[in-house]
């Protein structure tokens, strides 16, 4: 087999340039494109235990921004009200919007989207999906910041807490991810198995939550000087979008969630870099669409660029961005085109579509640093399982253990016969499909992934170098 591809490093861009100007002679000005340039877009993914009140918070979030009508408001709480659940009225909000954002369509990893200030907000990861951990890592992998969301109530909490529950994991999930700002919301602070006697928020209840949650959420990489806790009520909207009153929570001197969202430094954005946009969906509709996160470059409609691994040429024929059309999406944007040139058939979900100048590169095999989390019995060569990366699902074999690393990756031992929870390893693994991946180094997106074994995350690691089947033109 050939020496690993030598793809030249994909250059971070740390100054945004003016947003792409096309040439627009016989067509007038598109707003559409320079719209991207005042509101710069973050993905949220709300992560928690089921119950937590992800859907609660994010769709009073909609409500409160405006991003759904009032008659429209009043039709869901009549709704919510003859099922005898008034609350789950801001449920429904996020439920209709993200239906008419797919058109009817079911999503795999859903989205609904709201704008502040300065900033266009997308949610990624929908109810009626959300505790569904393979969609979780697919809706984490496009996103800049988690909203980690537990519930204070009592008992609740505990149990999203302990073995089992989805806290930990997803925590776990968004870091290796790439989720690059977690957020804990402390929510249903309201709820009456937690009030102070003078009916205003516990701080001993928050405080508790976070004393347990805090050295966990450092053991899996989320250091404590980075989280942000805000308390919340998901349900009556306190500390949402206005500052919680001093008469319900005296000690909060924070800023409320909306406000921290905004303020939050924004991601680094490869505008210049070649385009790169893992598939994480696709259908039939009027010709072949197809949806992912732009990961660098921008696209704008007419490009033509070309889909990976399968080498097809494809043209731009139209671009949505949060179901509207528009004529450029940038890096950080979740997408959906319509594609000429493909059938539906021929594109795969972890297909990339990229650059026609630069392809990302693909290949059947590479060498990986893995960290060991559990796994019933011992990692050897022979086993299989399945792997996610970036929005890729494929399963493989370990087809060598090269070495046991200690914790600074040095080789500790060459050739062991098995790894064990806890340990981390070099190791050789063989895809059972060709798939796009990049060396960690280069490219992070395409580089980090995670093994799936009968529903547990049974490792995590990078990529360090392809072995073959990488043919990039030059
Ligand atoms: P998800 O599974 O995390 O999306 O949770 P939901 O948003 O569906 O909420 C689960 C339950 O908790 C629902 O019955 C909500 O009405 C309730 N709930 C959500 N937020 C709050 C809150 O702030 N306070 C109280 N008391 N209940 C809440």
Not at 61 to 71: A, C, F, P, Q
Request: aromatic share 6%; hydrophobic share 35%.
């Amino acid at each position: 087999t050939a020496a690993a591809s030598e793809a030249p490093p994909a250059k971070a861009e740390p100054t945004r340039p003016k947003a792409p100007v096309e040439n627009t002679s016989q067509n007038e000005v598109d707003l559409g494109a320079f719209d991207l340039d005042q509101k710069k877009p973050l993905n949220v993914v709300l992560l928690g235990h089921v119950d937590a009140g992800k859907s609660t918070i994010s769709g009073h979030i909609l409500v409160l921004t405006g991003n759904v009508d009032e008659r429209t408001m009043e039709k869901y709480e009549k709704e919510a009200k003859a099922l005898g659940r008034e609350s789950w009225k801001f449920a429904f909000a996020l439920d209709t919007s993200e239906q008419e954002r797919a058109k009817g369509k079911t999503e795999e990893c859903g989205q609904a989207s709201f704008t502040t200030e300065t900033r266009r907000f997308t949610i990624l990861d929908a109810p009626g999906h959300k505790n569904y951990v393979p969609h979780m890592i697919g809706g984490a992998s496009q996103a800049d910041i988690g909203i980690l969301v537990i519930s204070a109530r009592k008992g609740e909490f505990e149990t999203g807490f302990e073995r089992g529950g989805q806290t930990r994991e997803h925590a776990m999930l968004a870091k290796t991810s790439g989720v690059r700002q977690m957020v804990v919301v402390v929510n249903k602070l309201d709820d009456t198995s937690v009030l102070n006697p003078d009916g205003s928020w516990s701080e001993e209840r928050f405080l508790e939550c976070k004393t347990k949650l805090e050295p966990y959420l450092k053991q899996v990489g989320w250091n404590s000087k980075g989280l942000v806790w805000i308390p919340v009520s998901g349900i009556t909207g306190q500390n949402l979008k206005d500052k919680v009153p001093s008469s319900t929570c005296s000690w909060y001197d924070g800023e409320p969630l909306l406000d921290v969202l905004e303020n939050l430094r924004p991601p680094e954005r490869l505008l210049s870099g070649p385009v790169k946009m893992p598939i994480s969906e696709k259908h039939k509709e009027m010709g072949t669409m197809v949806m992912g996160k732009l990961e660098s470059g921008v696209i704008k409609v007419n490009d033509r660029l070309v889909m990976m691994p399968n080498r097809v040429e494809v043209l731009i024929d139209s671009l949505q961005l949060e179901g509207s059309t528009a004529q450029a999406a940038e890096p950080g944007d979740v997408v959906r085109l319509r594609l000429k040139g493909i059938e539906e058939e021929d594109v795969r979900v972890g297909f990339v579509l990229c650059s026609s100048t630069d392809l990302v590169s693909y290949t059947h095999s590479f060498i990986a640093r893995l960290m060991v989390l559990e796994h019933k019995s011992i990692i050897c060569a022979g086993y299989s399982a399945v792997i996610h990366i970036h929005s890729a699902v494929e399963e493989f074999t370990v087809s060598k253990l090269l070495a046991e690393l200690d914790k600074k990756g040095k080789a500790k031992q060459k050739n062991p016969k098995f790894v064990k929870p806890g340990m981390r390893c070099l190791v050789q693994l063989k895809m059972s499909q060709p798939i796009c991946v990049e060396p960690y180094d280069v490219f992070p997106q395409l580089g980090r992934f995670m093994i799936r074994d009968e529903g547990k995350t049974v490792a995590v690691g990078t990529v360090a170098r392809l072995i073959s089947d990488s043919d990039r033109p030059d």
